[in-house]
C-alpha cells in the first residue's frame, strides 16, 4: 500500500484476519520508484525516516487488530528528516488468521 505525505487510509483485513505488519518506509521515493510531489534535485530520491522506527510504529498501531487508521505525517512518525520535500508511505502487511490458529494449535503463542 502506497499512501503519500498527509494522507490517511485505513489498513483493512477482511473476515476474522488480522492485520501483520512486515516492513514500512517514509521516504521521498516510493516502492515502485515513483514519487509523491516534485521533488528537488539536491536530496533527489535519498530522503527518508529510519525505516526500522517507522515499521515499528505502524507495527505498535496496526498489529492484531482487523483494521487500523494510518496517517502519512509528521504528526504520526515525528520529526520530518526533510521538512520541504513530499514522501510517500509504504505499508507491506498481511491478513493472518491461519498462523495465529496454527501457533495457538501448536502451543506456540
Avoid at 77 to 92: M, Q, R, S, V
Wanted: overall charge negative; some cysteine; glycine content about 6%.
Amino acid at each position: 500500500m502506497i499512501l503519500c505525505q498527509e494522507s490517511k487510509t485505513a489498513v483493512v483485513c477482511s473476515g476474522e484476519d488480522t492485520l501483520l505488519i512486515e516492513k514500512a518506509t517514509f521516504s521521498v521515493q516510493n516502492h515502485i520508484g515513483s514519487f509523491c510531489g516534485r521533488q528537488t534535485e539536491s536530496i533527489f530520491g535519498k530522503c527518508s525516516y529510519d525505516s526500522d522506527l517507522v515499521t515499528k510504529k505502524v507495527e505498535q498501531h496496526c498489529n492484531d487488530h482487523r483494521m487500523c487508521i494510518v496517517t502519512a505525517s509528521e504528526m504520526f512518525f515525528g520529526a520530518d528528516p526533510c521538512p520541504k520535500e513530499n514522501k510517500a508511505l509504504n505499508i507491506y502487511y498481511n491478513a493472518m488468521v491461519l498462523v495465529l490458529v496454527l501457533r495457538s494449535l501448536l502451543g506456540l503463542l
